[in-house]
Structure formats: C-alpha cells, structure tokens
C-alpha cells in the first residue's frame, strides 16, 4: 500500500511541470486564455464600479465576492503572455508588452496586490475605504491600458 502511494505521489511531482508547460496547445490558445482572464476581471470590476458609482444598489456581500474573485483571476492572464508566438497577435495587446515583458508583469502583480488591498477594504465594509482601494486598483489597471493596449 504505501509503495502504491509512494509511486503515485512520485508519479504526480514528476508529470507536473509537463502538464504545466503544456497547460495552452499553442500561443492561440494562450491569447484565448488571457482574453477571458481580462474579461472577468472586466465584469468583476464594472460590478464593483457600479456599485460604488450608485448605479446599482449596494451589496456588500456581492462586493465582497467580486473583490474575492479579483484576488483571483488577476494572478491568471500573465503566463500568458509569457508563451512563444503570442506577441504576434490576438486581441488588443501592444508589442511594447514584449519590448517591456518585465514592466508589464511587474504591473500585473500590482494589480494581484491591489486586488487583495481591495479584498480586505471590502471586509471593512467601510465604504471610503472601500472607493479608494477600488479607485488605486482602477488606475493601475487604467495605467497598464495607457502603455500596453491598443
């Protein structure tokens, strides 16, 4: 039994940075993979926004699942781009993100850590606390558009 485990588990370490090197089929998989990462931090975000815009009614157990799945989706979509042949093309993605890989990764884990500052804000339920996390999130994600989207 505890050979059985043993080589299982061995089994296991041994293929994981197989799977991880094939986690995309190829760089168009990757750029499908990052666009739908982008777009749930999109629809995460706008639904905040709203909220605290007051266009919709505010419910804090809503932001606070939304700013739990930021903490999220905001570490996903960088790999991504870090996959041979996607700097020629998909989406809106400007080459200046290859020409600068490392100031653009850099920017997507300010944007992980803005996403778990807004995280805690949102367990304050303080909401000024709450619209300045949203607000320094919001202009990181804004100043990486600005340099890096078409």
Request: proline share 1%.
């Given at each position: ?11 296991l ?42 266009e ?8 606070q ?23 020629l ?22 944007l992980?850590?803005?996403?778990s ?8 339920g ?25």
């Amino acid at each position: 039994m505890k050979k059985a485990l043993f080589a299982g588990l061995a089994t296991l370490v041994i293929s994981t940075p197989l799977m991880a090197a094939t986690a995309f089929t190829d760089a168009a998989d990757a750029v499908k993979y990052r666009q739908a990462a982008f777009q749930l931090i999109r629809h995460n975000m706008g639904d905040i926004n709203e909220m605290i815009k007051g266009e919709v009614a505010f419910d804090a157990a809503r932001v606070q699942k939304r700013a739990d799945a930021l903490v999220l989706v905001t570490t996903l979509p960088w790999e991504a781009f870090q996959i041979a042949g996607t700097e020629l093309g998909g989406g809106d993605a400007k080459a200046d993100i290859w020409k600068n890989l490392g100031d653009f990764l850099e920017r997507g884990e300010k944007l992980a850590a803005d996403a778990s500052a807004l995280q805690l804000a949102a367990q304050t339920g303080d909401r000024t606390e709450l619209r300045q996390a949203f607000g320094n999130f919001a202009r990181n994600c804004k100043a990486c558009h600005d340099n890096y989207k078409e």
